[in-house]
């Protein structure tokens, strides 16, 4: 499966009385790197989970290019991404969590994608170590790599920069790069604006789950 672009049309998403996204319409194309600003109860996280297919709009539609979110398992396959919780098993090492998400998508060279996976995320010397001695940054880092292994055509990343040094915010900025080169349509949060200046190609705000103008 593959596709173009990601569009929300009139998406809106209610917990009970709360209106987390109100009537959100937005238009992401293949090859971009799009920042989602706001203050912390924006929205910002809950418009990622409906892109990601990890909860479902309360009215309005997703597509991404001429395929609809109720596509399943075959849209999700196309989908990488990192939000808060990491998706990582503590009792696993780095390279047993690569290795665990290569399988899970069928990739045809699992273990050279798990090397690739760990020398980009600077883990070579402790690749066999349980992730659960990591520091964040290293973790952050894995997780990266974990929602890149497969080559989605659509990341969405929540916050990509929380916990890493100089030198990795510098190597996710590269990633990031190399993605959008790629063709794959990147949509990220932060609020950390001097790490997406002169990376993203557009940024749209959310106030109260609603596009600013």
Same mark, same amino acid.
């Given at each position: 499966?593959?596709?173009?672009? &990601?569009?929300?049309? !009139?998406?809106? $998403?209610? @917990?009970? *009385?709360?209106?987390? %996204?109100?009537? /959100?319409?937005?238009? =992401?194309?293949?090859?971009?790197?799009?920042?989602?600003?706001?203050?912390?109860?924006?929205?910002?996280?809950?418009?990622?989970?409906?892109?990601?297919?990890?909860?479902?709009?309360?009215?309005?539609?997703?597509?991404?290019?001429?395929?609809?979110?109720?596509?399943?398992?075959?849209?999700?396959?196309?989908?990488?991404?990192?939000?808060?919780?990491?998706?990582?098993?503590?009792? &696993?090492?780095?390279? !047993?969590?690569? $290795?665990? @998400?290569? *399988?899970?998508?069928? %990739?045809?060279? /699992?273990?050279?994608? =798990?090397?690739?996976?760990?020398?980009?995320?600077?883990?070579?010397?402790?690749?066999?170590?349980?992730?659960?001695?990591?520091?964040?940054?290293?973790?952050?880092?894995?997780?990266?790599?974990?929602?890149?292994?497969?080559?989605?055509?659509?990341?969405?990343?929540?916050?990509?920069?929380?916990?890493?040094?100089?030198?990795?915010?510098?190597?996710?900025?590269?990633?990031?790069?190399?993605?959008?080169?790629?063709?794959?349509?990147?949509?990220?949060?932060?609020?950390? %604006?001097?790490?997406?200046?002169?990376?993203?190609?557009?940024?749209?705000?959310?106030?109260?789950?609603?596009?600013?103008?």
């Amino acid at each position: 499966m593959d596709f173009t672009r &990601l569009e929300l049309v !009139e998406v809106t $998403r209610n @917990f009970g *009385r709360r209106r987390a %996204l109100n009537r /959100v319409s937005l238009t =992401v194309e293949a090859g971009t790197i799009t920042a989602l600003l706001g203050h912390n109860g924006a929205g910002k996280s809950t418009l990622l989970a409906i892109a990601a297919t990890l909860m479902q709009p309360s009215s309005g539609a997703v597509r991404y290019g001429e395929h609809a979110s109720t596509e399943g398992g075959s849209l999700r396959a196309r989908i990488g991404m990192l939000g808060h919780d990491l998706y990582l098993y503590p009792e &696993l090492s780095a390279a !047993e969590n690569l $290795r665990f @998400f290569a *399988r899970l998508y069928t %990739l045809p060279d /699992v273990e050279g994608a =798990v090397a690739r996976g760990v020398e980009r995320a600077g883990l070579n010397e402790r690749a066999d170590e349980p992730v659960a001695g990591f520091s964040r940054g290293m973790r952050q880092r894995l997780a990266l790599e974990r929602a890149l292994i497969h080559e989605p055509r659509l990341l969405l990343l929540d916050e990509p920069f929380t916990g890493l040094d100089g030198a990795a915010r510098e190597a996710l900025r590269d990633r990031l790069r190399a993605a959008r080169a790629a063709g794959t349509i990147v949509m990220l949060t932060t609020h950390d %604006l001097a790490a997406i200046e002169s990376l993203a190609d557009r940024s749209v705000t959310l106030v109260d789950g609603r596009l600013a103008a």
